[in-house]
DNA sequence: GTGATTTGTCACAAAATTGTCATCTTATTT
DNA sequence: AAATAAGATGACAATTTTGTGACAAATCAC
């Protein structure tokens, strides 16, 4: 499955610029000159982000990002407004169309792709229902349940209870289990892009997780990779040993 | 092996300049004056980098810069662009055009440099996630893991437990395997350039490196070339033998 | 509303990491 | 073989990172 990127500049050397750049990194660009083009192309595929150039014939960017905020079906998608520097103090009414960053011309290849990147990842986590079990724990995000197994048998269990973002952090661990993440990366994707919180407090919520993990026998499930961040895992950290 | 940096610029007066400068710095400058000569000379010679004006007769430089990235062969080189602050104040200017960085002229020599050698050294930092294998160790940074094979059967294994500056020294010096690396060299590397920190210092890392890996019969992966730096290798080094 | 729960931050404790030194070893040169 | 240079090694203090309990603000349930 490609990643859609509507581009709406009317520039065509910018255009072409930013296809080419959006290709390289393995996006798929949708191209547009005005609003009203754009207007056309969302109706036939929903892009999963949207680039928009704040100076438009006709209609101007921001009108077109309200347009987009204004319908159900295209409210979510994101946008990256592209703006030259000088009009950088609009950038409140940008904000206010609910624009999700900006890039200022002239920007580098690398910023356009790391900012696209950045506004994709923050996007709502991927909440698939799956059933998933690790390490003698089960969680079903369904009915919100989190199991952990005395034995191995599947018989004998307790119910873990967890409060809402202890929940959602060790879903999202389980669900890339063995993976590590750092603290900011978990902020991003589980607390979402707010991030007006310190790094410090994942270390508490996973504090917090552990705490519970234990009572229920299920100590070292949460590991700490010390100078990185944290990842669950049912193997042994060599951090662990003494 | 020396680095070169293809100069495209009309005027020979600031082309002399950045040439004396460059020589100065160690580099080898190639200079060319239009997009034209350009073309051969890549031809010729792949440079490291391209040092590119804004202003060519004939053809823009942004034109140019949208030649190279097309060519697959040209497409990863690095291009800093020279524009005049003018040129960069205004819309139309096309640092997007697939730079790397720019560079407003005037500009200092201190400035040119350090631009280059910035860029020159942000090419290879790609760190992938790309589990690496050698000499009987597994390194995998998505797990943070590192895995000592006992023998050559995958089966039994042991994990070695790192701090972090070790473990980025190993992981980059696998995934650089057989090269050698001067200390100052690594220190840019894997600690960042602007560290005041003693070339001394490498060693005493590479000197715990060693212990952590001797534990697990994994000795001489990290070898001393005299007179030189550091290098991994699974084949065993002429300065061990006696 | 009231009381319970959850959340983010802080301060302090505990633990691990890091850079530098002084001192040995080992190689290279003279 | 002595002198010199380069690297190895162990110790150590400073710094950084993480763990942990407490607390107040915010939120939720009723």
Redesign the pocket.
Same mark, same amino acid.
């Given at each position: 499955m490609s990643i859609t990127v509507l581009v709406v500049e009317d520039e065509p050397a910018i255009q072409d610029l930013i296809s080419y750049n959006l290709k390289k990194s393995g996006l798929t660009p949708i191209c547009a000159s005005n609003a009203e083009q754009a207007t056309v192309m969302i109706n036939n595929v929903l892009p999963d982000l949207v680039l928009l150039d704040w100076m438009l014939p006709n209609m101007s960017g921001l009108e077109f990002a309200r347009q987009l905020r204004r319908n159900t079906r295209t409210q979510v998608i994101p946008i990256i407004m592209l703006t030259a520097r000088i009009e950088l103090e609009d950038k409140i009414s940008g904000l206010e169309a609910g624009a999700d960053d900006y890039i200022t011309k002239p920007f580098s290849p690398r910023e356009l792709t790391a900012r696209i990147k950045a506004v994709l990842r923050r996007r709502i986590p991927e909440i698939s229902d799956e059933i998933i079990e690790a390490g003698g724990l089960r969680i079903d995000p369904a009915t919100h349940r989190v199991l952990a197994y005395c034995d191995d048998s599947c018989s004998k269990y307790n119910e873990v209870?967890?409060?809402?973002? *202890?929940? $959602?952090l060790l879903h999202f661990l389980m669900a890339h289990k063995e993976r590590v993440y750092t603290?900011t990366q978990l902020l991003d994707r589980i607390?979402g892009d707010h991030v007006?919180? *310190?790094? $410090?407090?994942v270390?508490?919520?996973?504090?917090?997780l552990?705490?519970v993990l234990e009572k229920v026998n299920k100590d070292n499930l949460v590991q700490?990779?010390?100078?990185?961040?944290?990842r669950f895992s049912s193997e042994k950290s060599a951090?662990d040993e003494?």
């Open positions: 209870k967890l409060g809402p973002t *202890e929940f $959602r603290r607390w007006f919180i *310190e790094d $410090r407090t270390d508490v919520h996973i504090r917090r552990r705490k700490t990779v010390r100078g990185t961040g944290y951090y003494e």
